[in-house]
């Protein structure tokens, strides 16, 4: 079958650094997606990796291993606002885009 | 520019009643997507229309019927609620699905209970 995991939840302080793993395992890669989503909210598109290395977005860095099935959201200078969940996303080609559950993070004061 | 919207926010329907929920996008996106949320899951992919005329089964179809009524909208029916499809419905477009870089742009989402 296919499958993304990540860590359910991550806490850490303002003004910190903090990498949200997500190993995979699909039928078909073509990339790597995060999407950033506040409780209530919708997903929102924060960045995409098709080729292995890092992609930097501002405070958010991207990084894919194609050999390794493995990519992490990096988001530096915390920020209270950065609470919120996480989701590492693979298109497996086609229209067909597989989500993780979710990653809950946590910003503490 | 309003992106995805989606309409109703919020419904409540009794087991075997039908109702259709709708989307519309003003960004001349050419493929649409409906996807469910559970409680501490992610999204899964439930019908997609790569382009207007075309729809397609996604990974979890069943219960479920679409309507790409034009490029704008893209609409998702369930004929026979059932309390297993209570979920948070997001509707998304983007440019020119299947494409590698393709980005989806999302709704704010339908609450839907089923009692």
């Known amino acids: ?109 | 520019n309003a992106g995805v919207t989606q309409t109703p926010k919020f419904q409540v329907l009794k087991t075997g009643q039908s109702m259709t929920l709708q989307c519309a996008q003003d960004m001349n996106h050419n493929s649409m997507y409906w996807y469910r949320q559970d409680p501490g899951m992610g999204l899964r992919l439930i019908y997609y229309s790569a382009s207007e005329g075309t729809t397609d089964k996604g990974e979890v179809p069943n219960g479920y019927n679409v309507s790409r009524l034009n490029k704008r909208e893209f609409s998702l029916r369930l004929e026979s609620a059932a309390p297993s499809q209570t979920s948070v419905y997001f509707c998304a477009s983007s440019q020119r699905g299947g494409q590698r870089t393709d980005t989806q742009y999302f709704g704010p989402g339908t609450r839907l209970t089923v009692l």
């Open chain 1, 1 to 109: 079958g296919q499958s993304l995991e990540q860590p359910s939840e991550v806490t850490a302080v303002e003004g910190a650094i903090v990498q949200i793993n997500c190993t995979y395992q699909t039928s078909g890669f073509y990339g790597l997606s995060w999407y950033q989503q506040h409780d209530g909210g919708a997903p929102t598109f924060l960045s995409y990796n098709a080729l292995d290395g890092l992609e930097e977005t501002g405070r958010f860095s991207s990084f894919l291993s194609r050999s390794d099935s493995y990519g992490y959201l990096l988001l530096q200078e915390l920020q209270m606002k950065d609470s919120a969940s996480y989701f590492c996303a693979v298109t497996t080609g086609g229209f067909k885009t597989i989500f993780g559950a979710g990653t809950r993070l946590f910003v503490k004061a």
